[in-house]
């Protein structure tokens, strides 16, 4: 039997798995990347919270409309898709330069690109890990979505810290230089896939509607799947809208410049690289769902407590910390749906998926709404709160969320 360090080395000897993932590494280094980027332009342009989460929402606002979206393209060359996502995320970032290169960026321009990055990471998400499992082989899937999870931490860390860097030494420009870069890389990476790259209802009319229903269907009726969902839902709404008041935190009470603040969000990743080389080295299936539940829980006490820390070596640490759990959280998020979902199913489901992280642009209002009134840690505090009431109230209707045990797939 292949164990997993066996089973992850022989995927990255095989090109298409290669290349979606290198694929997926050059995106989501630009998006963390720019999620910070924007938000101290936003900052700094208008010096309003609600501001900084307004740019940050209409980048997710497109997730909200993801599992229609899903649905309607299933028909449709995969590979395709793809490439049409990535030659609009090198349009963006072009445009993006050319207008910080000619003092012609403004706020309205920023919402804008935000806006239309956000309709690419709402279809790569889905069809792009759907991709990856099915050309890595269902057998490998920990595997090869435990490296998925490390990459995505990686990413994370990676991409405040060099936005950070970038907007206190070069300024904007240098930002949206890389963004072009590391996308054109994607696009290259795409471009190189073998064509065909279908679903299974590949060649046939795309299902729309009744084939969204039908997703529906399967996660109302499945416990595990309605529990991953509801968590996804807190998660997103709660807990991960901590990033629009970390910036206002770090400037306003940590008193830290740009690239310090970069640095601060780049501890989670940090946390969540080496959760996920623990998940990708140990985690068998039985303990799926806990990691995931438990890891959520995780993330949202760490990320409450940035609510009263007023020092900054502390502040780090907690996040740090904060990220041991968004590593257990994202990486069982896409396993467990693949797992517990037939084929013909699958994109639907991460589709329905991806709705529920559509959560978040409304968290991330409920935020910056709460800042302009309250203070930022005082938001944090209050969005913290919620986050632990309601994952206790889901552990309590759902309590095999949070035990080990056989995996419950669906048939």
Request: glycine letters at 10%; a neutral charge; proline letters at 5%.
């Amino acid at each position: 039997m292949a164990t997993p360090t066996s089973a992850l080395l022989t995927v990255l000897r095989e090109p298409v798995p290669v290349r979606l993932w290198m694929a997926g590494v050059a995106m989501n280094v630009v998006r963390w990347l720019e999620i910070l980027a924007f938000a101290l332009y936003a900052l700094e342009a208008t010096g309003s919270p609600l501001m900084v989460s307004l740019v940050t929402f209409v980048r997710f606002l497109p997730l909200l409309f993801s599992a229609l979206l899903a649905a309607l393209v299933e028909a449709v060359d995969r590979r395709t898709v793809l490439w049409a996502l990535f030659v609009l995320l090198v349009a963006v970032d072009a445009t993006l330069l050319a207008a910080a290169l000619t003092d012609l960026l403004d706020i309205r321009l920023a919402l804008i690109a935000a806006l239309a990055s956000g309709v690419a990471w709402t279809f790569e998400s889905p069809l792009r890990r759907t991709m990856l499992a099915e050309a890595a082989g269902m057998d490998r899937l920990s595997s090869v979505m435990g490296l998925e999870v490390f990459t995505n931490q990686l990413t994370r860390a990676m991409g405040p810290a060099i936005g950070g860097l970038l907007v206190e030494t070069i300024g904007y420009a240098g930002v949206f230089a890389i963004g072009l870069g590391l996308q054109g890389i994607g696009l290259l990476c795409v471009l190189r896939l073998p064509d065909g790259l279908r679903g299974p209802t590949a060649g046939r009319r795309g299902p729309g509607l009744a084939g969204l229903a039908e997703g529906l269907r399967l996660v109302a009726g499945h416990r595990v799947l309605l529990a991953t969902m509801l968590v996804t839902i807190v998660f997103n709404l709660f807990s991960f809208p901590y990033v629009t008041l970390a910036p206002v935190i770090g400037e306003r009470i940590l008193d830290l410049s740009p690239a310090a603040i970069g640095l601060l969000l780049a501890t989670e990743g940090m946390g969540g690289m080496t959760g996920a080389a623990l998940i990708v080295l140990h985690a068998r299936s039985s303990w799926f769902l806990p990691i995931y539940a438990w890891g959520a829980v995780l993330f949202a006490v760490g990320t409450t407590t940035l609510g009263v820390i007023v020092w900054p070596p502390l502040a780090f640490a907690t996040l740090f910390v904060a990220g041991l759990g968004i590593a257990g959280f994202n990486g069982m998020q896409s396993m467990v749906p693949l797992l517990a979902t037939p084929a013909a199913l699958r994109v639907r489901v991460m589709g329905i998926l991806t709705v529920c992280i559509g959560a978040g642009p409304f968290g991330f209002l409920l935020a910056g709404t709460l800042a302009e009134a309250f203070g930022a840690q005082n938001a944090q505090l209050i969005i913290g709160a919620l986050a632990l009431a309601s994952l206790a109230a889901i552990g309590r209707r759902f309590p095999e969320l949070f035990r080990a045990g056989p995996f419950p797939a669906a048939t």
